[in-house]
Protein backbone atom coordinates (compact mmCIF):
# COMPACT_ATOMS: atom_id res chain seq x y z
CA UNK A 1 0.00 0.00 0.00
CA UNK A 2 1.16 3.51 -0.46
CA UNK A 3 2.93 5.84 2.71
CA UNK A 4 2.84 9.20 3.04
CA UNK A 5 5.85 11.27 2.48
CA UNK A 6 7.19 10.50 6.25
CA UNK A 7 7.41 7.24 5.64
CA UNK A 8 4.50 6.13 7.96
CA UNK A 9 2.05 3.55 7.36
CA UNK A 10 -1.47 4.78 5.77
CA UNK A 11 -4.66 4.56 7.92
CA UNK A 12 -6.25 2.21 4.91
CA UNK A 13 -2.96 -0.17 5.02
CA UNK A 14 -3.12 0.22 9.22
CA UNK A 15 -6.43 -1.11 9.59
CA UNK A 16 -5.67 -3.93 6.94
CA UNK A 17 -2.68 -5.05 8.79
CA UNK A 18 -4.80 -5.23 11.84
CA UNK A 19 -7.56 -6.90 10.73
CA UNK A 20 -5.33 -9.52 8.68
CA UNK A 21 -3.20 -10.34 12.19
CA UNK A 22 -7.03 -9.98 14.19
CA UNK A 23 -7.77 -12.56 12.10
CA UNK A 24 -5.28 -14.81 12.37
CA UNK A 25 -5.54 -14.58 16.21
CA UNK A 26 -9.38 -15.64 16.70
CA UNK A 27 -11.72 -18.22 15.40
CA UNK A 28 -15.19 -18.20 14.64
CA UNK A 29 -16.43 -18.04 17.65
CA UNK A 30 -14.85 -14.99 18.53
CA UNK A 31 -16.47 -13.20 15.64
CA UNK A 32 -19.94 -14.56 16.57
CA UNK A 33 -19.46 -13.06 19.93
CA UNK A 34 -18.70 -9.69 19.27
CA UNK A 35 -21.48 -9.92 16.08
CA UNK A 36 -24.20 -10.36 19.16
CA UNK A 37 -22.68 -7.79 21.54
CA UNK A 38 -22.87 -5.39 18.88
CA UNK A 39 -26.65 -6.10 17.78
CA UNK A 40 -27.53 -6.39 21.27
CA UNK A 41 -25.69 -2.86 21.92
CA UNK A 42 -27.82 -1.54 19.09
CA UNK A 43 -31.33 -3.07 19.59
CA UNK A 44 -30.67 -0.96 22.89
CA UNK A 45 -29.99 2.42 21.12
CA UNK A 46 -32.54 1.84 18.41
CA UNK A 47 -36.17 1.29 17.89
CA UNK A 48 -38.24 -0.58 15.46
CA UNK A 49 -38.45 2.30 13.32
CA UNK A 50 -34.96 1.63 12.53
CA UNK A 51 -34.73 -1.82 11.69
CA UNK A 52 -37.88 -0.97 9.63
CA UNK A 53 -35.82 1.62 7.65
CA UNK A 54 -32.75 -0.82 6.89
CA UNK A 55 -34.50 -3.61 6.05
CA UNK A 56 -36.61 -1.62 3.26
CA UNK A 57 -33.17 0.23 1.92
CA UNK A 58 -31.76 -3.81 2.20
CA UNK A 59 -34.62 -4.55 -0.12
CA UNK A 60 -34.70 -1.98 -2.97
CA UNK A 61 -30.77 -3.13 -3.72
Known sequence: ??????????REEAGRKGGEQTSKNHDKEFYQDIGEKGGEQTSKNHDKEHYEEIGRKGGSK
Open 1 to 10: MANNNDNKMS
